[in-house]
């Protein structure tokens, strides 16, 4: 099946996506079963981390109760359980991602676990003095901090592929970015921030053809729209199990079989040796080199459960879902003239995580008002301080929509910011 | 169930948010201090002008949030014309009663024991204390420079 770069099925010949129901959707989360200051709970800050439907909880529950056991040891009925649970997860996940093979997939601890794994294990192995590293200026802190303290470190120099007046990247200057020396683009595939979707296969054919390898942050984009590192021709790409609907402390780093053959690892210890004398260690094959230590099985074991979920529910329905309430977010908050919002106004062109500021509220304030009716947003610089400076702000607030949102939670939105209008005094 | 909006944002806090004392700037001051908060990148600038171990004159210009505001008002409120041991003794009540811990029954806070209901909302205690801790840092450094001792060590 083609796809857009945007998620969205191209050709007349596809049978319409099925359609995502947010009311049922709903009655899989027991955590909209609770009040907040009496009121039902308005979710909007499904950037930050997503909520765990029944499914996912029972996943977790019962590896723990019925088949827990250390993985890869043990030759015992429980422990070749719970190594199948682990191993198929891995299957699942590349799967997912349309990954080659499961060798091609490493589990850490989260997507920002998986970045700093490259940047030791590849990083330092192959960028050197005077070396170029390119990433965009609307990085999370996650894709961008790494590369800041290696390069210092080796004295490689850190550029940047700017963002024009619309939050999209300017991607005019890549060509002359990319110098023979550069060897690393690292590029978000949606901002967490702006909701820009990058063109990652794009600009990987730029990068692969100066040479240089591209890591995909994609953080903010496996979990709402069908994503295929093959297709993108990713070296690595990196995505976090809590944000699409898995447990925390699960996040998975692809890279290409090549490279994972031919990288040290940098998490060292119990599982990810083959061979151990006093003076001497030989490693074990990947993935598991790069897997030191006991993981987190059961959250392993629980991601696949959120899979299942995701695709059964079916991705581009879940894309066009998010489009849909993107669409109606910008039209009502662009009804408010005190509110300014930042990123693509074409939800084609961006996902749901809409920033935004008051001219006259604190983030913070609107956070805490909004919270007293019910509704969560995040509040802050998202973890992207330099691109929150870059757009003028010290702080923006931030609603981000998942299957579960409607479009009356971005009426409630809408009435909260009013809300709050009047409650400072300026309404 | 109480509104937990009025409990937060109380008249007296919302009347120093909406006219800030302290809000201007002061001519060659005696010391100067800038405060961040990395969570959310909250920035304040305090300046204090000493007459004889007085606060003379204070200035706090405060990119924040209203609590972060108000508590910077309250406390430009409070310190002017004390003497930097009073004004310590005030700052360093104030960082407990934020942080939860037990207050002195006999200190005397005034209008800043309004801040105490920031207490209750955790997340939100990071801006009401970030004024408080930018003069604690001003103070120490002050006695730094007249080689005085250092009391007031603890971390925010």
Redo the contacts between chains.
């Keep these: 099946m083609r796809k857009t770069e945007n998620g969205r099925a191209i050709g007349a010949t596809q049978a319409a996506p099925a359609k995502i129901d947010p009311v049922t959707i709903k009655g899989d989360f027991p955590i909209f079963e609770r009040k907040i200051h009496g009121r039902r709970l308005i979710y909007l800050d499904n950037a930050a981390t997503t909520h765990k439907p029944e499914q996912v909880l029972a996943a977790l529950s019962s590896f723990y109760r019925y088949h827990n056991a250390n993985v890869h040891r043990g030759l015992h009925t429980l422990a070749e359980e719970a190594t199948l649970a682990y191993e198929s997860t891995r299957k699942k996940a590349a799967d997912f991602i349309g990954a080659r093979a499961p060798e091609e997939i490493v589990f850490t601890r989260n997507a920002t676990e998986a970045i700093n794994l490259v940047a030791y294990s590849w990083g330092r192995a192959n960028i050197g003095p005077g070396d170029r590293l390119v990433a965009t200026q609307m990085e999370h802190h996650a894709n961008l901090v790494p590369w800041i303290v290696l390069a210092n470190r080796v004295g490689a120099e850190l550029r940047y592929i700017p963002i024009d007046g619309n939050g999209e990247l300017d991607l005019e200057v890549l060509p002359e970015l990319l110098t023979p020396n550069t060897r690393l683009v690292a590029v978000t595939q949606m901002s967490n921030v702006l909701g820009t979707i990058n063109p990652v296969r794009e600009i990987g054919r730029f990068a692969h053809q100066a040479g240089a390898l591209l890591l995909v942050d994609g953080a903010q984009a496996v979990p709402h729209m069908p994503v295929n590192v093959t297709d993108i021709d990713a070296d690595f790409y990196v995505f976090s199990a809590h944000k699409m609907l898995g447990p925390t402390g699960v996040g998975v780093l692809f890279a290409k079989a090549s490279l994972l053959d031919t990288m040290e690892p940098y998490n060292l210890g119990g599982e990810m040796i083959s061979r151990v004398t006093f003076e001497s260690v030989d490693w074990n094959q990947p993935p598991h080199k790069y897997e030191a230590g006991t993981p987190n099985i059961a959250g392993v074991a629980a991601f696949a459960t959120a899979i299942d979920y995701l695709k059964q529910l079916d991705l581009e329905a879940v894309r066009n879902h998010e489009i849909d309430l993107t669409e109606y977010a910008l039209k009502r908050l662009g009804e408010l003239e005190h509110v300014k919002i930042f990123g693509p106004a074409d939800p084609m062109k961006r996902g749901a995580a809409i920033s935004f500021v008051d001219d006259k509220i604190h983030p913070h304030d609107l956070a805490s008002v909004l919270d007293s009716r019910g509704i969560a947003i995040r509040a802050g610089h998202h973890c992207a301080q330099p691109l929150t400076n870059l757009l003028g702000q010290i702080s923006t607030a931030r609603a981000s929509f998942y299957i579960y949102n409607d479009r009356e939670d971005v009426d409630e939105l809408i009435e909260g910011l009013k809300a709050a209008r009047r409650f400072f005094g300026y309404a | 169930?109480p509104?937990?909006?009025e409990d937060?944002?109380r008249e007296i806090i919302?009347d120093h948010?909406?006219s800030p004392r302290g809000n201007k700037k002061i001519e060659n001051p005696d010391i100067k201090n800038e405060g961040k908060n990395p969570?959310?990148?909250?920035?304040i600038e305090l300046s204090l002008k000493l007459d004889d171990h007085k606060i003379d004159d204070i200035s706090v210009a405060c990119?924040?949030?209203?609590?972060s505001v108000a508590s910077g008002s309250l406390l430009a409120e409070a310190i002017k014309g004390k003497s930097i041991a009073e004004v310590k003794k005030i700052a360093s009540v104030v960082k407990s009663m934020l942080k939860g811990e037990e207050v002195p029954p006999d200190a005397d806070l005034g209008d800043i024991e309004v801040l105490k209901t920031v207490n209750k909302?955790p997340v939100?205690v990071k801006?009401a204390l970030l004024s408080w801790v930018t003069l604690i840092d001003c103070l120490e450094a002050l006695e730094h420079r007249s080689g005085a001792k250092i009391s007031t060590t603890e971390q925010p």
């Design positions: 169930m509104d937990p909006l937060l944002y919302l948010y909406h969570s959310c990148g909250d920035e990119k924040g949030c209203a609590i909302f939100r801006c």
